[in-house]
Every structure is written in C-alpha cells, then in structure tokens.
C-alpha cells in the first residue's frame, strides 16, 4: 500500500515535469522567436554557455559578491544582534527603527547609492550587504524579546557569571530566531546581487540577463532565468535546512 | 523591568534623536554636500509632499500595487487552495510554484520587458508575479491545515464542493492568507520600484532614480520615506483587521 502510494505520488511529479517542458516546448515553438523560446533551444543555450565557460565566470562573479554582501552583514548584525539582546535599555531605544527599516522596501537606496559611491565594485557589496544585515538583526533582537527575563534571574541568583549567561540562556534562546534572520538574508541578498549588477555596473548573472535580454537572445535568457532559479531553490533550501536544524533543536515549530 | 517600562517612550524617542543624530554628524562631517539628512530632508518635505510630480509618482506606484495585489490575491488564494483541497493539482504545481517563488524576481524584468514592453503593464506584471507565489504558497498550507472534523462533518451533511472550499476551506485558512498577504505586500513594493527602474515609467521608483541622478537627493529620500510609509501602512491595516475580524487568531504564522 505505502509503496503503491509512494509510485503514485512519484508518477505525478514525473507528469509535472514532463508536462511542464512539453508546454514549454510547444509554446516556444509556436511563439516569435524574439518572444520565446522553445525548452530545447534553451537547454541547448545553456549547454553552449557552459562549454564556453561564460555561465561559470559569470555565476562565480554573483556568488562572490553573494558572499562578500552577506559575509559582512553576517558578522556585523550577529555581534550586533546579541549585544542588544544584553543590553535592554538600547534594544528598547533601537528596535522601533531598526523594525522600520526593515521594513522598508531596500532597494530603494540604490539610486543613493549609485550616485554617491558610482560605479565601483564595494558599492555593490554595500547594496547586498544592506540587503541581509536588516533581517538577522531585527529576528535576532526578536530572538532576545522572547528569551524570558526569569531565565536570566534565576541564572543570576545561582550566581552564574555574565559568560555563563551568555551560554546557557541568551545564545540558545535567540539563536534559533537568528537562524530565521539568516534565511530570509539568503532570500533577499540573492535579491541584491542581482538588482546590483543590474543597476549599478553591470556584472555576473544580472549583466548576462540584460545583455541577452536587449539582443532578443531569448534562449540565453530563458537558459540564465533557469540558473538563476536553480540557485534560488538551492540557497533557500540551505537556509531552511540551516533553520530547522536550530529550530528543532529549541523544540520550537513554525 | 518595571521602571524600564513605564519610561520605554522616553527610550525610544531618546534612541530615534540618537539615530538621526549619528546620521547628521556623519554625513556633515564625511559626505559631499548633497548627501541627504535629516535637517536637509524636513527642510524640502513641504515642497516635495506639494509638489504635482511627486504625488503622481506616488499615486501612479499605489494604484500599480493594489492593482497587482488584487489579482494576485484573487488568483493565488484559488491556486492555493486547489493545491491544498486537491492532491493531484498540489504535485503538479508544487515545484513550479516553490521553485518560482525562490527565483529573486529583479531577474525576472528583462524578460518582462520583451513580453509587456517598456509599459505600465510591464510593471503591474511584476508586482504580480512578486506577490503571487508567497499567496499561493500560504494558501495552500492553509487549505491542508483545516481540522479534519470540519470535513467530516461536512460530507456527513452532503455539503457542496463550493461550501466545502469557500464555507470552511477558505475562512479556516484566513490567517494563513494574511501571512502570505503580508509577505506579498513587501514584495510587491520592491518588484514596483525595481520594474520602475528597469523601464523608466512614472513611479516613486523612477522619481527617487531621477532625482538622485540630478543629485536632489532630499526629494528623492522623502520617496523612500513614502514607501516606507505604504509598508508599514499597509502591514498595520492588515494586523487591524486581523485583531478586529479575527481576534481569536494572535499572529499568523509566518
């Protein structure tokens, strides 16, 4: 029964699959070819942009501003985040505001960006970075909210050093809230990279996006769009993994 | 603990004056001259809130993002649904539906462009494409989550399909709806401003792109500050509603 089930549930997917490139297929071929392009024409593209070794030089480029972005925001908002989460008074002050920027549609500074700090490759690190800090600071100091004030009386009333503290209360209790901060970084930094080749100098993945996009190089767009895609499913996916890893750990859910 | 709250709004205005504060002696002291802050962006907030241009911009990015929520919650809430109440549709939708949403969807605009051209449409398509996955995707966790009992209890009077889904389906699963609602709304600001940007229509995006070029950079922050202003707008009026229509569910699941 649990194994019929299983081929059921498999043979559906498979259906999905070839369901959906059949469609592509034939909607490609039917369309203008400046318009669309067929599923074949584009896995063939993609080969071609593998082989040449432009997919990989160019995907290296975003992954390294990827990194560089979300490295520094990781660092800084972390550190930044569990000193608030001490330090109540300030969290108190900051967290309405930190609250709002984050909020706030980021992208939105770019021009800002653009026109005070022009063309240069850390003006790109600044926008992913911007992109990833706002997240993991604002659910990390949601993190400390939550931590509940007798935990850290009854610490101090065995007497438990500020070390101590930090071990046994205030890092498990925000840091699974810091792990969610971490993959909605993931999300948006992806986000950044992109909007940051796109409109500040061109580079990586975005610039491969516009410059197909402006010669009607529909496959090698289509082909891009679908890297692009599998690297978001890929990302997200570690970030939830990295997520549940903690939040199970806490014996916490959703 | 006690007096920390009774003194919290004198805490937080204290930390706004700090902020804004750091903010004006750090570009005073470090930043070209046209550099926003605060006493220079309440110095051109009247002229720019009265001027004809602005309030354009800002009408014509709402109605594009109402616009573009609309359709998407109308089409996400029934994909969404027909993915949690029919198994078969869920496994065919599934991996377009998880893999699109964890696309970061700036990639999305050149191909946007070559088929909506270099129009307003091309603008309501992207906010429409940003905010229909995380709608869809909340509303089929929803739709899976309605109490069995309900169900039962239903087929056991011989209810309709269209009481099953729209009676108990749909109103079970509200507050997942506004989850996604509200992950939708963030969403859907970006894909305006960055679609905004990409094909230079009329919008708060292209107001802040256009000012900032020509280095007026206080109108162009108090831009941001209207979009800022629609986020947390629009995130209040949801949980207002939550708390008035639906006051037995405390927050959503995010």
């Known amino acids: ?254 | 603990m006690k007096r920390i709250s009774s003194s919290t709004p004198l805490i937080k205005l204290a930390g706004g004056v700090l902020v804004l504060g750091a903010w004006e002696v750090v570009v005073r002291l470090f930043a070209p001259a046209y550099v926003a802050r605060p006493t220079s962006i309440v110095r051109a907030l009247p002229q720019a809130l009265s001027s004809a241009g602005m309030l354009a911009a800002a009408g014509a990015t709402l109605r594009a993002v109402v616009a573009g929520l609309l359709i998407a919650v109308v089409s996400g809430t029934l994909v969404g649904l027909a993915m949690g109440r029919i198994k078969a549709v869920d496994r065919l939708l599934k991996l377009y539906v998880n893999g699109l949403y964890a696309m970061p969807m700036v990639a999305i605009l050149p191909l946007i462009t070559i088929w909506f051209g270099y129009s307003s449409a091309a603008r309501l398509a992207t906010v429409v494409f940003a905010a229909f996955f995380p709608i869809a995707m909340n509303a089929s966790d929803g739709a899976r989550s309605v109490p069995a009992e309900y169900l039962e209890v239903a087929r056991a009077c011989r209810a309709r399909w269209t009481d099953v889904w729209f009676g108990i389906t749909l109103p079970s699963s509200l507050p997942y709806l506004l989850a996604g609602l509200r992950l939708a709304i963030g969403r859907a600001l970006v894909g305006a401003v960055v679609a905004e940007f990409f094909i230079s229509i009329d919008g708060l995006g292209y107001f802040i792109l256009f000012q900032s070029r020509t280095f007026h950079h206080d109108a162009a922050f108090v831009a941001v500050l209207l979009l800022a202003g629609f986020a947390v707008g629009m995130d209040a009026l949801i949980g207002w509603v939550t708390r008035r229509h639906l006051p037995w569910y405390r927050t959503a699941a995010a």
């Open chain 1, 1 to 254: 029964m649990n194994t019929e089930a299983r081929k059921v549930r498999w043979a559906t997917y498979a259906v999905s699959v070839l369901g959906g490139a059949a469609l592509w297929e034939l909607a490609g071929r039917r369309a203008n070819a400046a318009v669309a392009a067929p599923l074949s024409a584009t896995l063939l593209r993609l080969w071609e942009m593998i082989e040449t070794g432009e997919l990989s030089a160019s995907l290296g480029g975003s992954l390294a501003l990827f990194v560089a972005g979300f490295g520094i925001a990781l660092f800084t908002a972390l550190p930044f985040g569990l000193l608030l989460s001490r330090a109540r008074v300030l969290r108190v002050a900051l967290s309405d505001y930190i609250l709002l920027v984050n909020a706030m549609p980021m992208v939105a500074l770019i021009p800002f960006i653009l026109s005070i700090f022009g063309l240069e490759l850390g003006a790109k690190v600044l926008v992913v970075f911007l992109f990833c800090f706002f997240p993991i600071l604002y659910n990390t100091i949601e993190g400390a909210d939550s931590v509940r004030p007798e935990l850290i009386e009854v610490a101090r009333s065995y007497r438990s050093g500020e070390w101590a503290i930090w071990r046994d209360v205030m890092l498990p209790g925000t840091f699974p809230y810091a792990m969610t901060g971490v993959r909605q970084a993931i999300g948006r930094g992806l986000v950044g990279v992109v909007a940051a080749e796109f409109f500040l100098s061109a580079s990586g993945i975005g610039q491969v996006l516009m410059t197909s996009g402006r010669n009607f190089d529909t496959a090698g767009l289509l082909a891009t769009v679908l890297v692009i895609t599998f690297l978001g499913v890929a990302l997200m996916g570690l970030g939830r993994a990295l997520e549940n890893r903690f939040t199970a750990w806490r014996g916490l859910s959703g």
